[in-house]
């Protein structure tokens, strides 16, 4: 007998939701075959062709005369020229009546509540029957049948939007969810494709009908609900296999927002299945596999307890070793493999902005796998990533999880960021960075090194070792890294100054209209500044002005290098805006939410000491 779920099985393409097909273009129908009343095509052509063969010899050369104009058709029913058939015309005719009925119904309120109705009496009915007939599926098919296409229709509330409150007003969301743990997986796994259709970012929604329809669904239990059915799914199984695709598109668009990654993040479930998942065995990297590690980089960048717990599973360790084979190779471009590694590093990147994630990451010799990725360069994709982790790790630890991309600047200051800086010269890391620096890198991978530098400048101890290494780094072979460093200085300060007459010209078109900058106009020029350069400009300033204080000789290089371009002033300068925009920073937030962190706090400080020197 036929299994009750294989009747269900129905393939669907991952990640699309189900439109309505296109019209038919009329030069098809023109050129589609005469049908007559009993459907029978084949005999059509085949009399057709047996008529031309008979006429063939009595038919007289050039074109047919038209037919009579008192009845406009030929004998055999079509008119003049068209190849259209009466029965084709009359098929056309009643497809346009109902195409016309179908766009008289309204989608609304009504709608909705005669649809609920609909479906909640499609489950009870199934339900009554499963119960009556549990050992017969074949008497109780028809319903579960009639069921999963209810289930199915109400994708099109993702198009309207405005329907979502009263659809979680009407109970039918909590109905929606309850099917997730349906004994038929099939229409589960309907279910749960529909609930990642209306939650999908791409809907229309407004952020209230968004928080009504998220809220229903989670008071329903849908995260229990979720976890139950990643246990039960076997994604050996194409159904669901998208079952699970579905299902972890849901916890993707739950992530985007903070509350409901920490809700996430806090079930004890959850957050495990996504790590065992994102590191599950496979011939070759799957579609959900990369799917689970990218939802993992969303929440850790979203919700600090999900970093926390991230760290208490151990996942620094488990995703170094994850990474480990792709120090010497890359993985295949523009494949889901190759963004599965991406999530990975983003992943560590935001562990390692916190202190727990930086002693975690010395303790599995996160640094070692780094620099060996680094020193190689038989990876080139590993090799950026590998100095944008470094560069994070260095930094300041921060308390909240913070974006992936880009360098860290923001946190609080603590032993960690200096324990990291005194392993990585340990661990023999000077060669292989000073290396990579002197060789022409791209845009990011330069700003990372410079956050590299400026990050053990500040925290290696005065007077030790590791710091008197690193110094005589920048000594070494004729200065030939201060030139370097100087090179890059000069390029920065012509990029960023550039945009920064571009703001001042925008600034007086503004001010003489009368109108305010206001906060949004700032924000938008500093992410300006940044883009052509800003951090890289303050970091290569801020290693400057350090080897200046530290070394003689190194200043007089420095001296004779900026000597034309406005010499130690133009440092000095860039680092006096830095404070400006700290002592802004920490005013806002003073005036918002009560003052500034430790971090900026001691930022300010440094930059004070080292702007003495350049006077």
């Known amino acids: 007998m036929t299994s009750v779920d294989d009747i269900f099985k129905r393939p669907s393409a991952l990640g699309q939701k189900r439109k309505l097909e296109a019209p038919k273009d009329p030069n098809e129908l023109y050129k589609s075959v005469k049908v007559d009343q009993n459907g029978d095509a084949r005999n059509n052509l085949q009399a057709t062709a047996q008529e031309e063969e008979d006429d063939d010899d009595d038919t007289a050369a050039g074109p047919e005369l038209p037919p009579d104009e008192a009845d406009g058709e030929d004998e055999e029913g079509r008119f003049f020229g068209g190849g259209i058939t009466k029965d084709t015309v009359q098929m056309m005719d009643f497809v346009d009546e109902q ?32 119960a009556k007939f549990e050992g017969e599926p074949q008497k109780f098919m028809g319903s579960e049948a009639d069921l999963d296409e209810s289930v199915k229709a109400l994708s099109i509330l993702s198009e309207h939007p405005d329907l979502y409150s009263e659809f979680a007003r009407l109970g039918c969301l909590n109905s929606l969810v309850s099917l997730l743990s349906h004994e038929n997986t099939d229409v589960a796994i309907d279910a749960i494709q529909i609930i990642d259709e209306l939650t999908d970012e791409d809907v229309d929604a407004s952020q209230p009908q968004w928080d009504a329809l998220v809220s229903a669904l989670l008071e329903a239990d849908l995260l229990n609900l979720l976890h139950q059915n990643s246990c039960r799914l076997d994604e050996s199984l194409e159904s669901d296999r998208t079952g699970i695709y579905h299902m972890l598109g849901i916890l993707e668009s739950l992530s985007s927002n903070s509350v409901h990654a920490t809700t996430i993040s806090a079930h004890p479930d959850l957050l495990p299945w996504l790590l065992t998942r994102s590191l599950a065995t496979e011939p ?17 960048q979203t919700s600090p307890q999900a970093t926390t717990r991230f760290l208490d599973l151990e996942g620094t360790d488990t995703y170094l070793q994850a990474l480990a084979p792709y120090r010497k190779r890359d993985p295949t471009r523009g494949t ?55 560069d994070h790790l260095l930094s300041s630890s921060n308390s909240n999880s913070s974006s992936s991309s880009g360098s860290s600047s923001s946190g609080s200051s603590g032993p960690e960021a200096s324990q990291a800086a005194s392993h990585l010269i340990e661990a023999a890391a000077l060669k292989p960075l000073f290396s990579t620096f002197m060789k022409k890198q791209d845009a990011s991978s330069t700003e990372h090194l410079l956050g590299i530098f400026a990050s053990l400048l500040r925290h290696l101890p005065a007077e030790s070792a590791p710091r008197i290494r690193l110094l005589g780094k920048f000594i070494e072979k004729d200065y030939e890294k201060i030139a370097r460093l100087l090179h890059l ?104 939410e009560g003052g500034g962190g430790g971090e900026e706090s001691e930022v300010r400080e440094m930059l004070g000491t080292l702007i003495g020197f350049l006077r």
């Open 489 to 592: 200085r000069t390029e920065y300060a012509a990029r960023v100054g550039a945009v920064d007459r571009e703001i001042a010209a925008e600034r007086k078109a503004l001010e003489a209209r009368g109108e305010e900058v206001d906060e949004d106009v700032t924000d938008a020029w500093l992410s300006r500044r940044l883009d052509g350069g800003l951090f890289a400009l303050q970091a290569a300033d801020v290693c400057l002005a350090w080897l200046v204080a530290e070394d003689d000789g190194a200043a007089g290089r420095i001296r004779s290098g900026l000597e034309g371009n406005g010499g130690l002033g133009v440092v000095r300068r860039t680092l006096e805006g830095w404070v400006r925009d700290i002592e802004e920073g920490e005013k806002a937030k003073a005036s918002g």
């Open 99 to 130: 195409d016309q009925g179908l766009k008289a119904e309204k989608i609304d309120a009504s709608w909705l509540r005669k649809t609920a109705l609909n479906f909640e009496k499609k489950i009870t009915k199934n339900a009554e029957l499963r």
């Open 284 to 300: 070759s990297v799957t579609q959900n596999k990369q799917y689970a590690t990218e939802i993992l980089a969303i929440l850790l």
């Open 336 to 390: 889901e493999e190759e963004e599965f590694v991406e999530n990975l590093f983003a992943c560590l990147t935001c562990a390692v902005d916190t202190r727990t994630g930086k002693t975690s990451f010395l303790k599995a010799e996160g640094p070692e796998l780094c620099l060996i990725m680094i020193r190689e360069g038989k990876a080139k994709l590993s090799r950026p990533r590998a100095l944008r982790l470094l």
